[in-house]
C-alpha cells in the first residue's frame, strides 16, 4: 500500500506553522504522517511541536529551507514514502488538495504541484502559472510544463531515486528552483499544476529594484551565488550556463545603478564575492559570515569613500584571478 508523508519545513513561525498543520489534519485524504524539520527555531516552535503527538519532528541546525527540504525528503526516501508532499511553513493547503492530487496521477512518472494562490484573495495565482493570472479563469483540470516547488508538491519516490535530493549547501534562494530544473531538464520528467489543488501562500512583493539595506542584506548573497547553479541546472550545458550567468551578473549590475538609492558603488562590490564563490563552486559560507562582513564594511568607511571601493575592488579581482587560474568551471 502507497504511504504519504507531508513534509514541511519551519523556522521562527509557530502560529503559521500552526495553521499549516491544521490543513493537512483535515485533509480528505488523510495523510500517512506529518514530518517537521525544525530549522533551529528560536521562538516556541520546538515547544509547541513537543507538544503535538501526531508529528514526527527533526531539530536541526538552521540550514535553510534547501538544508530542511534534504533532510525531511531522505528522511521519508529512507523510512519507505511513496510520496513525500512537500511545504513551507507559511503556507497552507486546501482541505481537498492532497485528493485531487491523488486523482489526477495516472501512473506517469511526473512532478505534480499545488495551484498556488495568494492567500489573502485566494482567487489569483502567486507567481506567473502559464497565462493565467487569475484562478477563475482556468478551464482545464492540468496545467502542463509549469510547477512552483514545495509550495505543495508531490514528489513521487521514483523521481527521488532518479535525481537525488535537493541541494542543501544552497541554503535558500534559488534551491528550490535547481531542484526543479533538475528534474524536468536533466532528468525530463513531466511537470504539471492540478488546478482544483489548491495551496495558499503569501503573495510575494520582494523586488530587487527595491532599495535594500547593504548592512544587513544577507540574503542578497546567496540570491546572486545560486542563480549560477540554477542556470547550470537549467540549460544543462557549462557554456551557455557561464553566458547566462555573465549576463544576469551585467543585468544586475544595471538594476543596482539604476533603480538603489544607498550604497550602489558597494553593493556592486560585494557582488564579486558572491560571483567569485559560485564560479569556483564554493558552498560553505555561513548567513552569520556574510552578515557580519557586510557590517564590518559598513562600519569601516562610508559608502562615499570611493578610494575605499575601488581598493576592496581591486582586491577582489586580483584574488579571484589567483583562484580562478587552478581551477575550471564546474557544471
Known amino acids: 500500500m502507497e504511504k504519504i508523508i507531508a513534509v514541511v519545513v519551519s523556522y521562527n513561525r509557530q502560529q503559521l506553522l500552526s495553521n499549516c498543520i491544521s490543513a493537512l489534519r483535515n485533509q480528505t485524504r488523510k495523510l500517512d504522517a506529518i514530518l517537521v524539520v525544525n530549522n533551529g527555531s528560536t521562538d516556541n516552535t520546538e515547544s509547541w ?15 535553510g529551507s534547501a538544508g530542511g527540504f534534504n533532510t525531511g525528503i531522505k528522511w521519508a526516501y529512507e523510512n519507505g514514502y511513496s510520496w513525500v508532499w512537500c511545504m513551507d511553513d507559511d503556507g497552507y493547503s486546501k482541505e481537498n488538495a492532497l485528493e485531487k492530487l491523488l486523482f489526477e496521477d495516472d501512473g506517469t512518472l511526473r512532478l505534480m504541484n499545488c495551484a498556488v494562490l495568494d492567500k489573502d484573495n485566494k482567487s489569483t495565482f502567486v507567481w506567473n502559472t502559464k497565462n493565467y493570472s487569475n484562478h477563475k479563469d482556468v478551464k482545464v483540470d492540468i496545467i502542463h510544463g509549469i510547477g512552483h516547488p514545495f509550495n505543495g508538491t508531490l514528489l513521487n519516490r521514483k523521481i527521488i531515486e532518479r535525481v537525488g535530493l535537493p541541494k542543501a549547501e544552497l541554503f535558500l534562494w534559488g534551491d528550490e528552483t535547481e531542484y526543479y530544473y533538475r528534474i524536468i531538464n536533466r532528468n525530463k520528467i513531466p ?13 510575494t512583493r520582494f523586488s530587487i529594484k527595491q532599495d535594500w539595506d547593504h ?19 537549467k540549460f544543462n550545458n557549462k557554456w551557455i550556463s557561464f553566458f547566462s550567468y555573465c549576463c544576469f551578473i551585467i543585468a544586475f549590475a544595471a538594476v543596482i545603478l ?9 553593493k556592486i562590490i560585494f557582488m564579486i564575492w558572491p560571483v567569485k564563490d559560485a564560479l569556483l563552486a564554493r558552498y560553505a559560507v555561513t548567513p552569520d559570515v556574510v552578515l557580519k562582513k557586510l557590517q564590518k564594511d559598513n562600519s569601516k568607511k562610508k559608502s562615499t569613500d570611493y578610494k575605499f571601493l575601488l581598493s576592496r575592488f581591486s582586491s577582489h579581482i586580483s584574488r579571484f584571478k589567483n583562484s580562478y587560474s587552478t581551477n575550471t568551471i564546474k557544471t
Open 215 to 233: 548592512a544587513t542584506a544577507w540574503k542578497m548573497y546567496y540570491y546572486v551565488r545560486n542563480r549560477y547553479p540554477v542556470l547550470q541546472g
Open 49 to 63: 511541536l513537543n507538544d503535538q503527538n501526531d508529528i514526527i519532528t527533526i531539530t536541526q541546525n538552521n540550514s
Open 191 to 203: 511537470v504539471c499544476t492540478v488546478t482544483q489543488s489548491i495551496h495558499y501562500h503569501p503573495s
Open 258 to 266: 539604476v533603480f538603489q538609492k544607498t550604497d550602489k558603488i558597494r
